[in-house]
């Protein structure tokens, strides 16, 4: 179910490296990649998954909840959207890709993630 929804982010927009679920404990759940996996894939799916449990701390200050981050590293603009209270959907994207195509697709997809890891 999780290959097959990731899957539809990777048809849908072009320019994708790689999509991944993972848990906020920093272990990757699913994962698909339209050409060869990414080998700093898991090492920056990882660090925002830090990084986004830490954004998750300003709850405290009555700001609201942080749903989605992007983040450009080197020749890779990844974007991670908070699936539930423990999940985070990244994607992976080329300089060149349609980043708001691709929060769109995120956005899209993560009622199905939630419906399914509940």
Do not use: W
Request: charged share 25%; aromatic share 6%; hydrophobic share 45%.
């Amino acid at each position: 179910m999780f290959k097959d929804l990731l899957a539809q982010v990777v048809k849908n927009v072009d320019g994708t490296l790689g999509c991944v679920l993972i848990g906020f404990d920093g272990i990757p759940i699913e994962s698909i990649y339209p050409d060869e996996e990414i080998p700093q894939m898991d090492a920056i799916a990882v660090e925002l998954s830090n990084l986004l449990a830490k954004f998750r701390r300003l709850q405290n200050y009555d700001m609201g909840d942080v749903d989605e981050v992007s983040v450009t590293i080197g020749p890779i603009n990844t974007l991670a959207h908070v699936v539930g209270d423990e999940y985070l959907l990244m994607l992976a994207l080329d300089r060149e890709a349609d980043i708001g195509r691709g929060q769109n697709m995120l956005r899209l997809i993560a009622p199905a993630f939630e419906r399914e890891i509940q």
